[in-house]
T-cell receptor, first 114, second 114 residues
Framework: AQSVTQPDIHITVSEGASLELRCNYS??????LFWYVQSPGQGLQLLLK??????LVQGIKGFEAEFKRSQSSFNLRKPSVHWSDAAEYFC????????????FGRGTSLIVHP | DTAVSQTPKYLVTQMGNDKSIKCEQN?????MYWYKQDSKKFLKIMFS???????INETVPNRFSPKSPDKAHLNLHINSLELGDSAVYFC?????????????FGPGTRLTVL
């Protein structure tokens, strides 16, 4: 069975600083990996996804993530955080099998200081 | 043109009551889901329907009954509400044909049971 670990419950950064949110997954084969963002009072929105090819994936809002098979990681990065990036971030993995149901991590809450 | 819509956005009710949450998607997707997000932001899959057929039914009390009148709608009816049912419920849709396809989430329904 697949699983996802987001080790940081909260991350606080200053506006303009760089950001890295960690995600580790457990899955036997090649996973399909996703990062979603949940703004306050909203549903989840896809930032980016990886399923093959270039291990550095570009997403919306200036985010990128790098798949590292050797570390079972899919960390999310942004070079310069904006106050509007304050939100909950979820990493998810989809394994093989018919259901294609994603397994979500517990989420990381990003706090941005002015 | 909201892709996935849910009604109501907020629902406050007494223990023991029966309530319904409605979900509609206009994306032409063939698969819809219900998720429960608890107070710690953990997302748990409840149900999944594909072409009006139930394909996923996680360990959910049978007080919860999903109904899919057509591919674009998935409603959730809850009988005999309990305090522990208080959560945010998200509807999502997806085209199930590909493992890497994105899930599109509704804005959520915040259910408070008093």
């Amino acid at each position: 069975a697949q699983s996802v670990t987001q080790p940081d419950i909260h991350i606080t950064v200053s506006e303009g600083a760089s950001l890295e949110l960690r995600c580790n997954y457990s899955y036997g084969a090649t996973p399909y990996l996703f990062w979603y963002v949940q703004s306050p009072g909203q549903g989840l929105q896809l930032l980016l996804k990886y399923f093959s090819g270039d291990t550095l994936v570009q997403g919306i809002k200036g985010f990128e993530a790098e798949f590292k098979r050797s570390q079972s990681s899919f960390n999310l990065r942004k070079p310069s955080v904006h106050w509007s990036d304050a939100a909950e971030y979820f990493c998810a993995v989809v394994g093989e099998g018919g259901s294609y149901i994603p397994t979500f991590g517990r989420g990381t809450s990003l706090i941005v200081h002015p | 043109d909201t892709a996935v819509s849910q009604t109501p956005k907020y629902l406050v009710t007494q223990m023991g009551n029966d309530k319904s949450i409605k979900c509609e998607q206009n994306l032409g997707h063939d698969t819809m889901y219900w998720y429960k997000q608890d107070s710690k932001k953990f997302l748990k899959i409840m149900f999944s329907y594909n072409n009006k057929e139930l394909i996923i039914n996680e360990t959910v009390p049978n007080r919860f009954s999903p109904k899919s009148p057509d591919k674009a709608h998935l409603n959730l009816h809850i009988n005999s509400l309990e305090l522990g049912d208080s959560a945010v419920y998200f509807c999502a849709s997806q085209y199930r044909g590909a493992r890497a396809d994105t899930q599109y989430f509704g804005p959520g329904t915040r259910l408070t049971v008093l």
